[in-house]
Structures are given as C-alpha cells and as structure tokens.
C-alpha cells in the first residue's frame, strides 16, 4: 500500500464538486412562420421530463402525444424497447431518470424535442447561456417570447399556417370555422408570459 505521503510528499488531489448552474434555453418550434420562440431559464439539476413539462406549458400544449428528446445519438422520452437476441434494447430510454446535468445539455450546441410523431410538432433546443444560480430566483422560469404557441391538434405544421390564413379572413366559411374551433380568446400574435410562469410555478409545487 502506498502511504498518503509517499511520492514527493503531497497530498493526494481532491477534486473539487462543480457548482450547479443555471441555463437560459432558447427553444423555437421547427418550421413556424413568423417564428415561435420561448427563453426558459432552469437549473443544470432538472430532471429531463421537468423540462419535457416545461416545455407543455410554454407552448400551451397538453401532453396528450408521445414525446422524445434527441440529443446526438441519445433519445429520452416515453420509454420504448424492442425484443433483441432474447432481451431488450432501449430505443428511447426514460426521461425521468436523468437531469440536464447528466446529459450534458450545457455543453450541447442543439437538441431536438419532438411532441406527437405523425403531424406533430418539433422544437430545437440551444443554450443561450449559463449562469449561476442565484439564491430566491424561481427555476423554471419563462423570460420570454414570441407568439402563441401552435394548438398542437390543429393537424400539424402545414395545417397551421392554412389556419393564420383563414383567420386573416373571418367573414369566409373556413375562417369563421376556425374562429368557432380555437375561441374567441385565441391570438396568435400573443405570447403570454404571465399566464405561463403562473403555470411553472404551480409545476414547481
């Protein structure tokens, strides 16, 4: 056995815990025109399906779909397993087992959530930047945006922008159809902050 002070006499190296950090994510959904885009601003401790419900609130949808995180090679989500040689891989692995830390997502230059595979959605993901934490900040938080989030049962990407069409037109069938079908309250030109950090703050409790 080597004695603690053998070898020169120094001590053996400690390393030293890294601090927790905060990142502003810039998330847009893929496709959208004009853009549609949130800032969220969470802790590196995160569990990845936190995010995932985050993500629901921020863009006003209702996790009715299936939904998967793609990081390079490495997919979280709904967990989905295939038979294999008499066992099981892992196609998407469970989301709720691993925080923002573990996947790596501060040094990550992009990573692609989807939300419902067939006419769904998809948002790419960047780190805008990292910040300390700041004790009595509220984590997760929305600091901003663009536009209503796309009602996610509209019938996906191209269906969306027929329906900012029609609406542009209210006094025809399809406009007036439409209208009847998001409410009187729906504006796509709104984002807003308060009612979605209202939300994130009932996820935290």
Same mark, same amino acid.
């Given at each position: 056995?080597?004695?603690?002070?053998?070898?020169?006499?120094?001590?053996?190296?400690?390393?030293?815990?890294?601090?927790?950090?905060?990142?502003?994510?810039?998330?847009?959904?893929?496709?959208?025109?004009?853009?549609?885009?949130?800032?969220?601003?969470?802790?590196?401790?995160?569990?990845?399906?936190?995010?995932?419900?985050?993500?629901?609130?921020?863009?006003?949808?209702?996790?009715?779909?299936?939904?998967?995180?793609?990081?390079?090679?490495?997919?979280?989500?709904?967990?989905?397993?295939?038979?294999?040689?008499?066992?099981?891989?892992?196609?998407?692995?469970?989301?709720?087992?691993?925080?923002?830390?573990?996947?790596?997502?501060?040094?990550?230059?992009?990573?692609?959530?989807?939300?419902?595979?067939?006419?769904?959605?998809?948002?790419?993901?960047?780190?805008?930047? +990292?910040?300390? #934490?700041?004790?009595?900040?509220?984590?997760?938080?929305?600091?901003?945006? !663009?536009?209503? @989030? *796309?009602?996610? $049962?509209?019938?996906?990407?191209?269906?969306?922008?027929?329906? +900012?069409?029609? #609406?542009?037109?209210?006094?025809?069938?399809?406009?007036?159809?439409?209208? !009847?079908?998001? @409410? *009187?309250?729906? $504006?796509?030109?709104?984002?807003?902050?308060?009612?979605?950090?209202?939300?994130?703050?009932?996820?935290?409790?």
């Amino acid at each position: 056995m080597i004695g603690l002070h053998e070898g020169g006499g120094k001590k053996a190296a400690r390393t030293k815990p890294t601090a927790e950090r905060a990142l502003v994510l810039r998330l847009t959904v893929h496709g959208c025109r004009p853009p549609i885009w949130r800032e969220l601003l969470v802790r590196e401790s995160m569990w990845l399906s936190q995010l995932h419900d985050s993500i629901q609130i921020a863009f006003d949808w209702f996790d009715y779909q299936t939904h998967v995180f793609a990081f390079g090679d490495m997919r979280y989500g709904n967990p989905l397993k295939e038979p294999k040689d008499g066992g099981e891989k892992i196609i998407v692995a469970d989301d709720r087992d691993v925080t923002l830390g573990e996947v790596g997502l501060a040094s990550r230059e992009l990573f692609m959530y989807s939300y419902n595979f067939g006419e769904g959605w998809r948002v790419a993901g960047t780190i805008k930047e +990292l910040r300390p #934490l700041v004790k009595g900040s509220r984590y997760p938080q929305c600091l901003g945006g !663009e536009r209503a @989030g *796309p009602p996610e $049962d509209c019938g996906g990407l191209e269906a969306y922008h027929d329906m +900012l069409a029609c #609406l542009q037109e209210p006094h025809t069938d399809l406009g007036r159809e439409w209208r !009847e079908w998001l @409410g *009187p309250e729906f $504006d796509p030109e709104r984002c807003d902050l308060e009612a979605i950090n209202k939300s994130l703050r009932k996820l935290r409790r």
